[in-house]
């Protein structure tokens, strides 16, 4: 039930008055089943919230007392919080803070974790790929989850690199079939 309410203030945290937040914050707090270090966790971001001082809060003092939460639970090893984290830093432009994040819920074995590891690692390196084996590995690892995206992005790169049509092929096809409309016209240009 608290992985539920956890992703219900991770969703709602900025679309939903902050009332809402102050009721999750309440019900963990008073929780008997929650943790020490959680309930310390809350009280930093209430803290930063100021939540009991004033009615009114700024979507900035939102998003810090969320990247907290993010935080700790990223700590925890928790992969799915990482992404969501490294997304908020990628939002605030700071790259190697996302990618360093990225990388950590990669290294949990989390597909869109390495997917969007690669994709930083392609975008940083466009001219210059001396990482190119560690994007192959990323986009391998989350192209075998099932993740269309790096599928396609993989066949590109063994096209245009490795001039390996029969793999790039392989590849699109595997997209095709996760539903990864743009994968399906590569191919059929391929094909031609």
């Known amino acids: 039930m608290r992985i539920v309410l956890d992703r219900q203030f991770l969703l709602g945290a900025i679309a939903v008055p902050v009332f809402f937040y102050a009721v999750y914050a309440t019900f963990l707090k008073d929780s008997k089943i ?3 270090e959680e309930k310390k966790v809350i009280k930093k971001i209430d803290k930063t919230l100021d939540v009991n001082k004033t009615k009114k809060i700024n979507e900035t003092k939102i998003e810090k007392g969320m990247i907290l939460f993010l935080k700790y639970k990223c700590n925890n090893n928790n992969s799915s919080y990482c992404n969501e984290l490294a997304k908020i ?8 803070q996302a990618l360093k994040t990225f990388e950590k819920s990669c290294n949990l074995k989390n597909a869109e974790g390495c997917f969007y590891t690669a994709n930083i690692k392609i975008n940083k390196n466009k001219k210059a790929f001396e990482k190119i084996n560690e994007i192959i590995n990323d986009l391998e690892f989350s192209c075998n989850r099932n993740l269309a995206a790096s599928c396609n992005i993989l066949a590109g790169l063994n096209l245009k690199y490795f001039n390996n049509k ?27």
């Not at 830093?89 to 190697?96: C, S």
């Not at 029969?166 to 409309?181: F, G, M, N, S, T």
Request: glycine fraction near 0%; hydrophobic fraction near 30%; proline fraction near 0%.
């Open 166 to 192: 029969q793999k790039a092929i392989k590849l699109l096809k595997k997209a095709c079939k996760l539903e990864d409309q743009n994968a399906c016209y590569k191919l059929e240009d391929l094909k031609k």
């Open 89 to 96: 830093y990628l939002k605030q432009n700071k790259e190697k």
């Open 34 to 36: 929650f943790k020490t």
